[in-house]
């Protein structure tokens, strides 16, 4: 529960200083694509809402804001609770006065983890796309040799003609799967057998 307390007058600074894909990511399950969700607050086939570092605009329904207007939307709340929310689940504090060391060094540490977890991120996210390059381009090797020679296909391309829809299907899951598929491709031993995942 959030007590009531006097807040500094730059509490909703401190709170505007967390970035709006982590509040996403802390409050929000859909996981993003392209900076882009389904807008939570109407129905819609096509994701129209689009994610920026301060905030948020769906192109569809008009709605727009920072990560404390969309607390107050998406919870029914008032915004010092909506910046009192965000401020509890990343760790700031919601007291008055100018902040104490132990609670500079939390934040500290708080920002750190943040950006070690976007780094680890952009990292897994360039292993799928680089990943998924050379799936693609052996199964368009085999598919090419193929449709060349037919059933006269030389008898050492044959295994890996076989592994033709195996090697589509890893393909898709690096172009359009979530971070959840991807990431169990990535430990997938047969996947690391044909495949190096270099770091």
């Known amino acids: 529960m ?15 200083t967390i970035s709006f ?17 389904h807008c939570p607050f109407h129905e819609e086939k096509t994701p129209s809402f689009h994610i920026y570092e301060n905030g948020f605009f769906c192109f569809s329904c008009g709605e727009k804001g920072d990560s404390i207007d969309f607390i107050v939307k998406l919870y029914n709340l008032r915004p010092i609770n909506a910046a009192k929310l965000i401020a509890e689940r990343f760790g700031l504090p919601v007291s008055n006065g100018p902040l104490s060391r132990q609670d500079m060094l939390r934040l500290a540490r708080a920002k750190a983890e943040r950006l070690r977890e976007k780094r680890l991120k952009e990292a897994f996210d360039n292993w799928a796309r680089l990943a998924g390059q050379q799936v693609r381009i052996l199964a368009e090797a085999i598919r090419l040799q193929l449709e060349e020679k037919g059933l006269d296909i030389e008898e ?3 295994p890996l003609v076989h592994e033709l829809p195996r090697l589509e299907w890893w393909a898709n899951i690096l172009a359009e799967g979530t971070g959840e598929e991807k990431l169990e491709l990535f430990r997938n031993k047969d996947f690391r057998r044909w495949f190096t995942c270099k770091n």
């Open 21 to 37: 894909p982590e509040v996403i990511r802390v409050f929000y399950d859909e996981e993003p694509r392209r900076s882009k969700i």
């Open 2 to 16: 959030i007590n009531s307390v006097s807040i500094v007058p730059d509490f909703f600074q401190r709170v505007k």
């Open 156 to 158: 050492d391309l044959l």
